[in-house]
Nanobody
């Protein structure tokens, strides 16, 4: 059974940092696996923030977070991270980790989801 559990959200002032963690279980790491972070602000559609292909380490970021956010993985700990620096009020959202195992990527969504962790950035 695939499970994803996020942690690390919270409230920070603009310019601050947070690191989100996503512990993954029930998944076999392969070249077909894509893991990502998504967010949904109140009243807005969900958007992909960053994604990583654990098989080769390739990463992608949405333009609004490039240079500020870093996605990474620790296979030994079955954990994916999102380091968020220079946070802005517009980064306020519920953040979800997700993954797909079908080899088709996770640019637009995921097959398996975590429960979400709230990030609030005040000005």
């Amino acid at each position: 059974q695939v499970q994803l559990v996020e942690s690390g959200g919270g409230s920070v002032q603009a310019g601050g940092s947070l690191r989100l963690s996503c512990v993954v279980s029930g998944v076999t790491y392969s070249s077909r696996l894509c893991m990502g972070w998504f967010r949904q602000a109140s009243g807005k559609a969900r958007e992909g923030v960053a994604r990583i292909w654990p098989g080769n380490g390739i990463t992608y970021y949405t333009d609004s977070v490039k240079g500020r956010f870093t996605i990474s993985q620790d296979n030994a700990k079955n954990t994916m991270y999102l380091q968020m620096n220079s946070l802005k009020p517009e980064d306020t959202a519920m953040y979800y980790c997700g993954l797909t195992t079908d080899g088709n990527g996770c640019q637009f969504g995921a097959t398996f989801w975590g429960q979400g962790t709230q990030v609030t950035v005040s000005s």
